[in-house]
Nanobody, 124 residues
């Protein structure tokens, strides 16, 4: 089992920044690929970003490319999502997820473990 706990969400004005953290415990963190997803009210959960085991491979949704940066620190068992130039449409609950084997990074069904989510609200 892997336990994931997100933190760092909050209320921010448009154009502002937030850094989300995803702290992992349980199994060996460096054995898992990490993804970030988000879900806005009334909408499906959508892929935001993913990072491979070492941090050398990263993927982003087009909607956040150039504004968000995913990273991980395997020594601290933590992944991060740095969010800049935030827009009201970024408002959602953000979830981190972990996967041992990942064929399609954007598919939520590929991930084995999920955190409880952290709310991000961007005001206009």
């Amino acid at each position: 089992q892997v336990q994931l706990v997100e933190s760092g969400g909050g209320l921010v004005q448009a154009g502002g920044s937030l850094r989300l953290s995803c702290a992992a415990s349980g199994r060996t963190f460096s054995d898992y690929r990490i993804g970030w997803f988000r879900q806005a009210p009334g909408k499906d959960r959508e892929f935001v970003s993913a990072i491979n085991l070492t941090g050398g491979g990263r993927s982003y949704a087009d909607s956040v490319k150039g504004r968000f940066t995913i990273s991980r620190d395997n020594a601290k068992n933590t992944a991060y999502l740095q969010m800049s130039s935030l827009k009201p449409e970024d408002t959602a609950v953000y979830y981190c997820a972990a996967a041992r084997i990942l064929r399609t990074v954007i598919s939520s069904t590929e991930y084995d473990y999920w955190g409880q989510g952290t709310q991000v609200t961007v005001s206009s």
